[in-house]
């Protein structure tokens, strides 16, 4: 028997107010700490007066200058370090991106301590910047030749060159996609209290341990005196991926006043000061037969990065499986401009790459003449065309089959403009699929069962919304049959298990692994059969000779080396897949949208999508729901009305805050429908879940452009679209 899904366990507390996010935490003496950020984006200041902000009523400290090595720089995260960037502000005179911070100011109350930040003043030398692809001084970079091997080194399978010169169907065409925020509705920033002897940080991030062993790094402490506590995210989606510059500062002035203090962003920090989604150009050329068959595909990706670090590009690994496409080359290339270092946001190459490669595959459907769901169907395969070696699930045919009936696609008319509402509206069906790789990651997992019948799972997660709380309730539930009220959580706190950064889409799926190896030992423990409801736990427990049971479990995704659990306790990134020895993994999905364009006010509206995704089996089925539903509002946002507006004069965005940064709202949003094909990939985890947050939103965006392009017959290759584009 099934059992019923699970509520979100902690949907009440949520709801009610009771979950404490960083910024609620008031604790005695606490003292506030206010950013000020440098009004250029490159260059050096040369003077900094504190002076005014010194004399401001309330103001006990302005840090503008850090004492030498009184703070290092944690490095950054994707060159195996610990921050979002090397850059470490407050430590010289140079001025890396508009927003940089140049002060903090320490103060009894929140409003003297903004005006003490208000009144820092500075002076500058500007040099000339470059903040967009395209501008002059921007450098750029084969990746390549600045990645280690192994990361970028772009996608080279038969030859694409000469398959493409010798197809009977070309489509080529270029796609640019916009810079991005996450503007999770948590900004971010911590309280810390830094003791005697103990750092203790509260703050909303996907990376416990990071934070943990780089404010080690950067204070030169031992990390095994620093408590991270970070229970509950209110959205991270990439943003809170790693350290920040300004937890350091916290620490160092609670250290120096002996009080705890809180440092928060702004909204305008949220988007000048951290990390966005950068902006890429896709140049994609198909070559395929008469029917449709895709024979050769070449991508070509520039994507902003900064000056100071590498934001991987990888793009073309998603685009050179999506299909079975024999000959492909895939190439990357970063440009290095004067911002803030981008970074991870939900789908970060997919949702991009998706756009260029579903808007292109639709291109070629309406040159060969053929239905854009057929021609998907053609072109899919059971092998992974780059590696040679089968996946381990796909399911993509039946996402679109079934996509296609749920939405009623064979009643959709296939020339350009021929739907329209009586009044003159145009309707647009379009489609477009997706996928994204299924990676694992390594995990510690403690189970503690009590006499009181209660159990306590410790393990390495970050609650940011996604639902990875009612995930292991549910798992727990589901497999020892005990009520839902004696399963006590102890994640995101580095004070329990080691916090592998939660991203990727591999939480659940390396989690559960975890939490099901620890059952099956708890089991074994507590002399119990393997499977089947347990009954009271607490009797269990006292019937064996100890006061509480512990057990744990380290697990390791597919084919992964014991040392990933070494680099697991050092606050390290173990990510596994989605190639694996024997198999590669992916999670799929078909998107059908119609959308509604007023004839003369050129109002365009989203009115209906149907998503049907094959992510394995699914965990929990109240979340996953959710998470996808969330997915498409995202994908609905970013080929409509998100982007950041770049300020050519003094860097930065010119849109930065919630009121001017668009994002949908309920009344932009369509009836969402949604389907799971829920076979479970038994080849990747023993629970045969895929990955599922982010794949929900790659191939919307594309959907939404090809579903305009079949309300208007005209072509959008660059996000977003927006009624200036239509008129
Ligand atoms: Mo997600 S962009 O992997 O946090």
């Not at 004492?67 to 195996?80: C, H, I, R, T």
């Not at 989203?606 to 049907?612: A, K, L, M, P």
């Amino acid at each position: 028997m099934t059992p019923a899904p699970l509520a979100r366990v902690d949907a009440r507390a949520k709801v009610t107010g009771s979950v404490k996010y960083a910024a609620d935490r008031v604790p005695d003496g606490l003292l506030y700490a206010v950013l000020t950020c440098a009004s250029i984006p490159r260059g050096r200041v040369i003077a900094v007066d504190t002076s005014a902000a010194e004399a401001q009523p309330g103001v006990l400290m302005v840090l503008s200058r850090l004492e030498a090595d009184e703070v290092q720089s944690a490095g950054y995260l994707m060159a195996g370090r610990f921050g979002m960037t090397s850059v470490q502000p407050l430590s010289d005179d140079r001025i890396s991106y508009r927003g940089q911070p140049i002060a903090v100011v320490v103060g009894q109350t929140l409003h003297e301590t903004v005006e003490g930040a208000r009144l820092v003043a500075a002076r500058y030398e500007s040099e000339p910047a470059a903040l967009r692809l395209g501008d002059e001084g921007a450098e750029t970079v084969d990746q390549a030749d600045v990645l280690p091997p192994g990361m970028g080194d772009g996608v080279d399978i038969g030859d694409a060159q000469r398959a493409l010169a010798d197809a009977d169907v070309l489509v080529a065409a270029d796609y640019i996609l916009p810079p991005q925020s996450p503007a999770p509705m948590e900004p971010i920033g911590c309280v810390v209290d830094w003791t005697a002897d103990r750092l203790v940080v509260h703050e909303g991030t996907q990376n416990a341990s990071a934070l943990r062993h780089g404010l080690a790094q950067q204070l030169g402490i031992d990390p095994d005196t620093i408590d991270i506590r970070s229970p509950f995210l209110g959205g991270g989606f990439g943003n809170k991926i790693a350290l920040g510059a300004h937890t350091a500062w916290a620490a160092v002035a609670s250290r120096r006043l002996g009080r705890p203090v809180k440092l928060i962003l702004t909204r305008s920090q949220m988007f000048l000061a951290t990390s966005a989604r950068p902006e890429s150009h896709h140049r994609i050329r198909l070559g395929a037969t008469r029917a449709g068959r895709i024979v050769a595909a070449t991508h070509d990706v520039d994507q902003q990065t900064s000056r100071a670090d590498n934001y991987p590009a990888d793009y073309v690994s998603y685009s050179s499986r999506m299909y079975g496409i024999e000959n492909f080359r895939g190439h990357e290339r970063l440009v290095r401009t004067d911002v803030h270092t981008p970074g991870f946001m939900r789908a970060p190459w997919e949702h991009p790459a998706s756009f260029a490669l579903e808007t292109a595959v639709d291109e070629l459907a309406y040159a060969c003449g053929l239905d854009p769901v057929q021609l998907r169907l053609m072109n899919d395969t059971a092998t992974d065309p780059v590696t040679g070696r089968p996946f381990s699930s796909r399911h993509l045919s039946e996402c679109l089959t079934r996509g296609s009936q749920m939405f009623d696609w064979n009643k959709r008319s296939p020339e350009p403009g021929a739907m329209r509402a009586s009044d003159g509206t145009h309707i647009g069906w379009g489609m477009a699929a997706g996928a994204y790789g299924s990676p694992t990651v390594a995990a510690v997992t403690h189970l503690r069962a009590g006499p009181d019948g209660r159990l306590t799972v410790s393990t390495g997660a970050h609650e940011m919304g996604q639902g990875i709380r009612t995930v292991i309730t549910e798992a727990v539930v589901n497999d020892l049959g005990i009520p839902l009220e004696c399963v006590v959580l102890d994640i995101g706190d580095t004070r329990g298990a080691p916090q592998h950064i939660t991203a990727g889409s591999w939480g659940t799926v390396s989690v559960l692994r975890g939490v099901h190896e620890a059952l099956a030992a708890l089991r074994v423990r507590l002399h119990l059969p393997p499977a089947g409801p347990v009954g009271d736990l607490g009797q269990r427990v006292a019937a064996s000779s100890s006061t509480a049971v512990h057990v744990r479990a380290e697990t390791r995704g597919p084919g992964q080396p014991a040392e990933a659990i070494t680099r697991l306790y050092q606050g390290g990134l173990t990510k596994q897949g989605p190639v694996y020895p024997e198999f590669t993994s992916y999670s799929y999905v078909a998107h059908f949208v119609e959308v509604h364009l007023t004839p003369l006010t050129r109002q365009l509206r989203v009115v209906r999508t149907v998503s049907v995704l094959d992510c394995g089996r699914v965990a929990s089925p109240v979340t996953a729901a959710s998470q996808v539903r969330g997915a498409v509002v995202w994908g609905l946002g970013a080929a409509l009305q998100e982007i950041c507006e770049v300020d050519p004069r003094f860097g930065g965005f010119l849109n930065d805050d919630l009121a001017a940064y668009s994002v949908p709202v309920n009344a932009d949003l369509p009836s969402i429908e949604l389907s799971f094909i829920g076979v479970p990939d038994l080849a990747l985890s023993p629970s045969g879940i895929k990955s599922l947050g982010e794949v929900g939103m790659v191939g919307l965006a594309a959907a939404i452009g090809n579903a305009v392009f079949h309300a208007t017959g005209r072509r959008h290759r660059k996000l977003p679209i927006r009624t200036d584009d239509l008129l």
